[in-house]
């Protein structure tokens, strides 16, 4: 179980997360909607343990972030601005990225590339939007990671890659994943999420 306790962070005296305490359990599609500015990105980073509370915890499976370890040792994440290498093809990409682990196979690679619908051989600086938030997600489940975190993950794709998307996620939850997904749009969400929350403020609310 992924615990946020009473988590708050203000950057220049301007409170981000206020007060934000919530349990996400395993096995389930998580969504937050919020408008620009809210916190959503935040609360995603401070899972992923990019941010340091000014006070509260982040607890993971019983373990306290940033006080028993750095980072979740499990986890898939995908933000703006996530570090492709434009010169590698996209199975090249995960390649690299998979030999700090080393635990996912060539076949796993090739999977996950095919779950998010990504036959191209071309090199990344070649992508299309669309194609490198494809590669992002399938980065984010290729090493069956157990916490799965996109912030507005389908936002350059066509209808036929959202459908795919949402397939994935479905069974990345049905593997017992704990998927947390980000949107401007309410509507979006509630056809694949278990829970709906809504970040308004810096605070999370259930719906
Ligand atoms: N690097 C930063 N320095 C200072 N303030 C920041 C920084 N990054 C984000 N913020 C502020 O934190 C608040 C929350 O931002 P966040 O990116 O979490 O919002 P969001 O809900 O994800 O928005 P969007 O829907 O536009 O992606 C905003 O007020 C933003 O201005």
Do not use: W
């Amino acid at each position: 179980m992924v615990e946020i306790k009473n988590y708050c962070k203000s950057i220049k005296s301007r409170p981000i997360l206020n007060n934000v305490s919530y349990n996400f359990e395993y096995g389930k599609i998580y969504g937050i909607y919020g408008h620009n500015g809210s916190g959503k990105t935040m609360l995603l980073r401070a899972i992923a343990g990019l941010l340091v509370p000014d006070s509260g915890s982040v607890v993971i499976d019983g373990k306290v972030l940033h006080k028993d370890m750095s980072f979740p040792p499990s986890i898939g994440i995908v933000i703006e601005n996530m570090n492709l290498l434009p010169q590698y093809n996209a199975f090249d990409n995960l390649k690299i990225l998979g030999k700090i682990k080393k635990t996912a196979t060539d076949e796993d690679i090739k999977t996950a590339l095919e779950r998010v619908g990504l036959k191209s051989d071309l090199k990344v600086k070649k992508f299309s939007l669309g194609m490198k938030q494809r590669l992002n997600i399938a980065q984010a489940v290729f090493e069956k990671q157990k916490i799965i975190l996109l912030d507005e993950p389908t936002n350059a794709l066509d209808n036929d890659g959202v459908q795919l998307i949402y397939k994935l996620l479905k069974e990345e939850k049905e593997r017992g994943a704990l998927v947390v997904i980000t949107t401007h749009h309410k509507e979006d969400l509630e056809e694949i999420c278990d829970v709906v929350l809504k970040m308004t403020e810096g605070e999370l609310h259930e719906k």
